[in-house]
């Protein structure tokens, strides 16, 4: 390749990711929901930052245009980055670089075009879109105020847990569902997240609190990919409860619905779980809820609701 041609790649690429970055910046403008949940936010970077990104590099040849899809790994520090979703954003920024392709015959073209938009619109669809509006709060029974529902074609019912591995201290595979027919309070966290850190002593007292409950467990899941950290952590802290280390970041804040941690859940003792307040945050309602199994799992098994005001 001639120097030129590296010149437009290293151009498409800085192109590529500034519109990732200006998008993901609207998106938090507009105040979406959850923006890290939402899966056609990174597909709508990829389409639009590779076509453009395309464009520049109109004269350079087919196989080196593959080149640019060095700009995904922009995604890995939004956490948009993990399998398998890659493969649907290597697959969009594939036909997004192959539109502005003239070699390529209109009618192809026209159907690559045609794909993106249907692998847009199902991702778009396929999750709530929620507005934050001024006031936006979540009250003691997880429902949203001061929010516009744009659109929430999912089945109103009770979520079910995922079977999902994680490890304990001693490398052994341990997954939520193990501990059925008992209510549980998780924590996801890491020892590298400050307010996760700041929670850990209002979390140990709610523990010591409720040590001598015999229907309430806790149990901490690490979402450290340093091992070693957590172990130390552990090691040194003793802290109560069960505590877990995930093996695949990404995987679990896609798998749980994680926008940010601290990240709390309750586990009704059938296996279902609702986002739940942080230690620091708990009111004595949700203590009671905590004591409580029928209160409890009522709360886990009543949907989300939005409110206006």
Same mark, same amino acid.
């Given at each position: 390749?001639?120097?030129?041609? %590296?010149?437009?790649?290293?151009?498409?690429?800085?192109?590529? $990711?500034?519109?990732?970055?200006?998008?993901?910046?609207?998106?938090?403008?507009?105040?979406?929901?959850?923006?890290?949940?939402?899966?056609?936010?990174?597909?709508?970077?990829?389409?639009?930052?590779?076509?453009?990104?395309?464009?520049?590099?109109?004269?350079?040849?087919?196989?080196?245009?593959?080149?640019?899809?060095?700009?995904? %790994?922009?995604?890995?520090?939004?956490?948009?980055?993990?399998?398998?979703? !890659?493969? !649907?954003?290597?697959?969009?920024?594939?036909?997004?670089?192959?539109?502005?392709?003239?070699?390529?015959?209109?009618?192809?073209?026209?159907? %690559?075009?045609?794909?993106?938009?249907? *692998?847009?619109?199902?991702?778009?669809?396929?999750?709530?879109?929620?507005?934050?509006?001024?006031?936006?709060? $979540?009250?003691?029974?997880?429902?949203?105020?001061?929010?516009?529902?744009?659109?929430?074609?999912?089945?109103?019912?009770?979520?079910?847990?995922?079977?999902?591995?994680?490890?304990?201290?001693?490398?052994?595979? !341990?997954?939520?569902?193990?501990?059925?027919?008992?209510? *549980?309070?998780?924590?996801?966290?890491?020892?590298?997240?400050?307010?996760? =850190?700041?929670?850990?002593?209002?979390?140990?007292?709610?523990?010591? =609190?409720?040590?001598?409950?015999?229907?309430?467990?806790?149990? @901490?899941?690490?979402? @450290?990919?340093?091992? /070693?950290?957590?172990?130390?952590? $552990?090691?040194?802290?003793?802290?109560?409860?069960?505590?877990?280390? /995930?093996?695949?970041?990404?995987?679990?804040?896609?798998?749980?619905?994680?926008?940010?941690?601290?990240?709390?859940?309750? *586990?009704?003792?059938?296996?279902?779980?609702?986002?739940?307040?942080?230690?620091?945050?708990?009111?004595?309602?949700?203590?009671? =809820?905590?004591?409580?199994?029928?209160?409890?799992?009522?709360?886990?098994?009543?949907? !989300?609701?939005?409110?206006?005001?």
């Amino acid at each position: 390749m001639k120097v030129e041609d %590296f010149r437009r790649l290293a151009l498409g690429i800085l192109v590529c $990711v500034a519109i990732f970055g200006g998008i993901f910046m609207l998106a938090r403008f507009l105040q979406i929901h959850q923006i890290r949940t939402l899966k056609w936010i990174p597909i709508l970077m990829t389409c639009v930052g590779f076509y453009f990104a395309a464009r520049i590099n109109r004269k350079t040849k087919l196989p080196a245009l593959l080149l640019l899809l060095v700009g995904l %790994f922009a995604f890995v520090p939004l956490r948009f980055f993990y399998i398998p979703f !890659v493969f !649907v954003l290597i697959l969009c920024a594939v036909l997004a670089l192959l539109l502005s392709r003239k070699e390529i015959s209109i009618k192809i073209r026209s159907l %690559f075009l045609i794909s993106l938009f249907g *692998i847009f619109g199902y991702f778009l669809f396929s999750q709530p879109l929620i507005i934050r509006k001024k006031g936006f709060s $979540v009250d003691e029974m997880g429902n949203l105020h001061n929010v516009n529902v744009l659109w929430d074609f999912r089945e109103s019912s009770p979520i079910k847990l995922p079977q999902y591995m994680f490890k304990n201290i001693k490398g052994k595979e !341990v997954q939520l569902s193990d501990f059925e027919g008992k209510n *549980i309070y998780v924590t996801f966290w890491a020892t590298w997240c400050g307010p996760c =850190m700041a929670e850990k002593p209002k979390l140990e007292e709610i523990k010591e =609190m409720f040590k001598n409950n015999e229907n309430l467990i806790f149990i @901490d899941i690490s979402l @450290d990919a340093n091992r /070693s950290a957590w172990e130390k952590y $552990v090691s040194e802290k003793n802290p109560a409860g069960i505590q877990l280390n /995930s093996t695949n970041d990404r995987q679990t804040r896609e798998t749980f619905q994680i926008a940010g941690i601290p990240h709390n859940i309750v *586990i009704s003792k059938d296996g279902y779980y609702k986002s739940f307040s942080r230690p620091s945050k708990i009111t004595e309602n949700q203590l009671e =809820m905590l004591k409580n199994p029928e209160k409890l799992e009522n709360y886990v098994k009543t949907t !989300v609701k939005y409110f206006k005001e």
